[in-house]
C-alpha cells in the first residue's frame, strides 16, 4: 500500500472549514483513499473514502486531485467535538488491513 | 444496533503478570481484527480472523501473546508474561464481508498499564 504523508498538527476556529491535507504521491490506480479519525479516549472512526471522484457524506468531504496523488479532508464547520487524530490511509480494494500512520492532529478552539 | 464492545476498559498489573482482553464484534460480522495502539502512534495490525480463522498473525509476538475466536464471533486476546513494554491501548475492530475492506467499525479500546 502507498504511503501517505500528513502535517503533524493543525488549528481551526469553531464554524470555519477545516482543511486537511494529505500527500499519497506513490498511490496506484487500485488504491483508495480512506480517511479515519480518532477522538481522545475512543478508537478510530471511518470517515469517507474515494478513488478519484470527490465524494461528500454527513460527515466531510473527500476532494481527490486529478493526477491523484495527494487529497484534502474537509469538515465544513468545524466544532469543538471535531477535535482529533485524523489519519490519511491508501489502500486497495482487496486488502486485508488498514495501516494506520501518525495522522494530523486537529486542535479546533473557540 | 450495538457497537464492537470491549472490556476491561483498564487494566493495571504487574509485569510478569498474565492479562486478557475481551471484544465482541457487532454482530454479523466475521472479520475481527486486534490492534495495538502505542502512545502517540497509529494502531498496528496484531492479528485478523475471517469467521474463527486467524488468516493474518504475522505481527502477533507469539512468544506471549496469543488470541483466539473459537466460534466466530467474541474474540480474546492474552499476554502473558506481561511486560513493562506492552503497555498500550488494544483496539478491536469488525467488519461485515460485504462492506469495503478498509470500512472498519472500532471498539473503544482496552488500556493496559503494566508496572
Known amino acids: 500500500d502507498a504511503k501517505t504523508t500528513q502535517p503533524t498538527s493543525m488549528d481551526c476556529a469553531e464554524g470555519r472549514a477545516a482543511n486537511l491535507p494529505c500527500n499519497h504521491s506513490?498511490?496506484?490506480?487500485?488504491?483508495?483513499v480512506y480517511w479515519y479519525r480518532q477522538i481522545h479516549s475512543q478508537g478510530p472512526q471511518y470517515i469517507i473514502h474515494g478513488l478519484k471522484n470527490n465524494e461528500t457524506n454527513e460527515m466531510a468531504s473527500l476532494i481527490i486531485t486529478e493526477d491523484r496523488k495527494s487529497s484534502t479532508l474537509i469538515l465544513p464547520h468545524a466544532t469543538l467535538r471535531d477535535t482529533a487524530v485524523y489519519y490519511c490511509i491508501v489502500l486497495t480494494g482487496t486488502a486485508s488491513k488498514l495501516t494506520f500512520g501518525t495522522g494530523t492532529r486537529l486542535q479546533v478552539t473557540l | 444496533e450495538a457497537g464492537v464492545v470491549q472490556s476491561p476498559r483498564y487494566k493495571i498489573i504487574e509485569k510478569k503478570q498474565p492479562v486478557a482482553f475481551w471484544c465482541n464484534p457487532i454482530?454479523?460480522?466475521?472479520?475481527l481484527y486486534w490492534y495495538r495502539q502505542n502512545l502517540g502512534q497509529g494502531p498496528e495490525l496484531l492479528i485478523r480472523y475471517e469467521n474463527e480463522e486467524a488468516v493474518d498473525d504475522s505481527q502477533l509476538p507469539k512468544d506471549r501473546f496469543s488470541a483466539e475466536r473459537l466460534k466466530g464471533v467474541d474474540s480474546t486476546l492474552k499476554i502473558q508474561p506481561a511486560e513493562l513494554g506492552d503497555s498500550a491501548v488494544y483496539l478491536c475492530a469488525s467488519r461485515h464481508r460485504g462492506t469495503n475492506t478498509g470500512e472498519l467499525f472500532f471498539g473503544e479500546g482496552s488500556r493496559l498499564t503494566v508496572l
Open positions: 506513490t498511490i496506484s490506480g487500485n488504491e483508495y
Open positions: 454482530s454479523g460480522h466475521n472479520t
